[in-house]
Nanobody, 129 residues
Framework: QLQVVESGGGLVQPGGSLRLSCVLSGVTLDSHVIAWYRQAPGKEREGVSCISASGRGTHYPAFVEGRFTISRDNAKKTVYLQMNNLKPEDTAVYYC??????????????????????WGQGTQVTVSS
């Protein structure tokens, strides 16, 4: 059975960096599209980035582009989210999500993530001085 486990969250000052990790178990990673979503208190869940099964396709919304980078290591069954130049508005619980890929080179990053069948429990990221 597929399990999704995130790690790497924490408290960081504005302008700082964090790297989140997402480990999938029970399946082969290279058959799945992976995304990161986040949800801040009182706000709707929003997509942060996604990466295709092949790793050749990625997508970022404007509010993180240039600051966040998603990558994957299929051998380690791990997807990473490198977050640089963090801002207080990046504070949220970050979730990793997966769905079985039908197209190897693209990913979907809808606003609420309804395409994603598997979700982790989340990891808290707090950006504050």
């Amino acid at each position: 059975q597929l399990q999704v486990v995130e790690s790497g969250g924490g408290l960081v000052q504005p302008g700082g960096s964090l790297r989140l990790s997402c480990v999938l178990s029970g399946v082969t990673l290279d058959s799945h599209v992976i995304a990161w979503y986040r949800q801040a208190p009182g706000k709707e869940r929003e997509g942060v980035s996604c990466i295709s099964a092949s790793g050749r396709g990625t997508h970022y919304p404007a509010f993180v582009e240039g600051r966040f980078t998603i990558s994957r290591d299929n051998a380690k069954k791990t997807v990473y989210l490198q977050m640089n130049n963090l801002k207080p508005e990046d504070t949220a619980v970050y979730y990793c999500a997966a769905y079985i890929a039908t197209i190897q080179s693209s990913c979907v990053l809808s606003s609420r993530g309804y395409e994603y069948d598997y979700w982790g429990q989340g990891t808290q990221v707090t950006v504050s001085s």
